[in-house]
């Protein structure tokens, strides 16, 4: 699916560069362009974003 119509940016690629350490938004700015232009895209592409973080943190269990 396509996020950002301006740049022509995927959920796969942002998924990616997330995967790749890119973990703010800004992050995916300076990477991806996601948001630099019309700003449609951006609370899909912080869904994304949250969601992805929440999948990759780490919980410890307090005893």
Do not use: H
Not at 19 to 29: I, Y
Not at 35 to 56: H, R
Request: net charge negative; glycine share 8%.
């Amino acid at each position: 699916m396509y996020v950002c119509l301006c740049k022509g940016i995927t959920e796969r690629q942002l998924k990616e560069a997330i995967a790749e350490g890119n973990t703010e938004f800004m992050d995916l700015k300076r990477e991806l362009g996601v948001g630099s232009q019309c700003g449609k895209c951006i609370p899909v592409a912080l869904a994304i974003l949250a969601e992805e973080n929440a999948k990759n943190a780490v919980y410890y269990e307090v005893a």
